[in-house]
């Protein structure tokens, strides 16, 4: 058994609800001059196809490791936010692309479809496609009205969506609690959660800590931004619900939001989960103990 699979049962033995299931997705990136990935990884590289981030987090947490990187990451956006590709680059990025092709099969014709390049995202003009006139970005057809009003607010908010920018990442490795390769630690850990369960688990980070947890979200690239990379910038744990993308294309269900957090802190909640299971009786709580089969 693994140091993070050992982890995760201590947290859910410590919350007192036989069966209980919260999906745990890690995450670690393979970064700098140094581009030698493990080929243990590297045999986890989708062929053939290209996926989000919400769909490799997803993947993961049911027990399929997924190593992305910029040939068969299917969100241009994800790309960015991970640093696999410069925000300003003019050029689309090659071949198809999951998010992208959602845009074409709405073109009016096809074959005759220009993709964004990513700094097309940087600047606006995709998240605000009616109000920059680009037709061709739209996800919904005609009458889509765009993720933001106008260029201006979609620039803006993309501003305040954090990346790895300038790029240096070759590979992010998307994998389960039961995976196991000597030497490999997570970066961050995603945790996919009920409110009752995220209201124990901020309990017990608290226990030890004394320290309040903050939350900073949006409505696109939360699991690429909000729940990885913002965790893995700031080394300091984020929540925030579920975007488009995740609820459209990754279909995560609707009782569910996103708590991301580094791996330290992960360790601190198990063991302020044990250190405080006598003054929280989770069992107890209302809905505590649904444990329905996740997916």
Do not use: W
């Amino acid at each position: 058994m693994s140091e993070l699979n050992e982890q995760y049962q201590h947290m859910i033995d410590d919350m007192g609800v036989p069966g209980l299931i919260i999906p745990l997705t890690a995450v670690t990136f393979f970064r700098g001059k140094n581009n030698d990935i493990p080929p243990e990884i590297l045999k986890y590289k989708p062929e053939g196809i290209t996926l989000t981030s919400c769909q490799a987090a997803r993947q993961a947490s049911l027990g399929d490791a997924v190593c992305l990187t910029r040939d068969n990451i299917g969100c241009v956006a994800a790309a960015i936010t991970f640093g696999l590709v410069n925000q300003n680059q003019d050029s689309p990025m090659e071949g198809p692309r999951v998010y992208t092709d959602l845009m074409k099969k709405q073109a009016k014709e096809e074959n005759r479809f220009n993709p964004p390049s990513p700094k097309d995202f940087t600047e606006g003009r995709v998240y605000a496609c009616k109000d920059s006139g680009c037709d061709n970005f739209a996800l919904f057809g005609p009458t889509d009205s765009g993720r933001y009003q106008n260029v201006e607010l979609a620039r803006n908010a993309v501003s305040d969506m954090m990346a790895i920018q300038p790029p240096d990442t070759h590979a992010v490795f998307f994998f389960s609690k039961d995976f196991s390769l000597k030497g490999l630690e997570p970066d961050v850990i995603i945790l996919s959660v009920r409110p009752v369960e995220l209201t124990r688990l901020i309990q017990a980070y608290q226990f030890n800590s004394g320290k309040r947890v903050l939350a900073s979200m949006g409505g696109l690239r939360v699991v690429n931004s909000d729940l990885i990379v913002r965790p893995y910038l700031t080394q300091s744990i984020n929540i925030s619900t579920y975007c488009l993308g995740a609820r459209l294309i990754a279909e995560y269900e609707g009782d569910r939001m996103g708590m991301g957090m580094p791996y330290s802190d992960f360790k601190q909640i198990v063991k302020g989960m044990a250190d405080s299971k006598t003054g929280f009786p989770f069992h107890l709580y209302p809905d505590a103990d649904n444990t329905q089969t996740y997916y």
